[in-house]
T-cell receptor, first 109, second 115 residues
């Protein structure tokens, strides 16, 4: 089993839709969790950290499920500009961050 | 506020050659990590530098080495280049919080092509 797994997609959704991605991790000692977005041929940009209690930033909601070892990202009211690849990152106490391969989102008119 | 900068942006090298990539962290950050990203994959952690020391290393051979300078900037060196080293090399900086919890900010990357 890979350390961090994501469904590569693509997820193809209309504008205004709600879409959710999951990211599973294998190391139960993992402590830090993040979501990044990456546009084609650009660098990853930090979208949000994921806190144990869950957190929200505008249309984006991130949640952590330690029992089932996954994090999720929910995007409400999708915009065309949300089209990108969404990368999850998991890091344990060893400071080594592990990225998933990313989930591709395409929002169409 | 200057973000993370990397140079060069693109590089073409021949198998067997050596390459040096450079990174300046975001102002106020003291930790630099290097990643290799192949097409269609997530970034793979190469190593991390903090206080001019390599703190952690991913699953990369000794051909990959680095350095961090007193001003926190960093270099990534790759010796004896292989075709498989062709990738986007990303530098990320962060502020070390000492707890393992940190947010990283990435530079635009250096696209290395080995022929």
């Amino acid at each position: 089993r890979k350390e961090v797994e994501q469904d590569p997609g693509p997820f193809n959704v209309p504008e205004g839709a709600t879409v959710a991605f999951n990211c599973t991790y294998s190391n139960s000692a993992s402590q830090s969790f993040f979501w990044y977005r990456q546009d084609c041929r650009k660098e990853p940009k930090l979208l949000m950290s994921v806190y144990s209690s869950g957190n929200e930033d505008g249309r984006f909601t991130a949640q952590l499920n330690r029992a089932s070892q996954y994090i999720s990202l929910l995007i409400r009211d999708s915009k065309l500009s949300d089209s990108a690849t969404y990368l999850c990152v998991v890091s344990g106490g060893s400071y080594i961050p592990t990225f998933g391969r990313g989930t591709s989102l395409i929002v169409h008119p | 506020d200057a973000g993370v900068t990397q140079s060069p942006t693109h590089l073409i090298k021949t198998r067997g050659q050596q390459v040096t990539l450079r990174c300046s962290p975001k102002s106020g950050h003291d930790t630099v990590s290097w990643y290799q990203q192949a097409l269609g994959q997530g970034p793979q952690f190469i190593f991390q530098y903090y206080e001019e020391e390599e703190r952690q290393r991913g699953n990369f051979p000794d051909r990959f080495s680095g350095h961090q300078f007193p001003n926190y900037s960093s270099e990534l060196n790759v010796n004896a280049l292989l075709l498989g080293d062709s990738a986007l090399y990303l530098c990320a900086s962060s502020l070390d919080a000492g707890t393992g919890l940190y947010e990283q900010y990435f530079g635009p990357g250096t696209r290395l092509t080995v022929t």
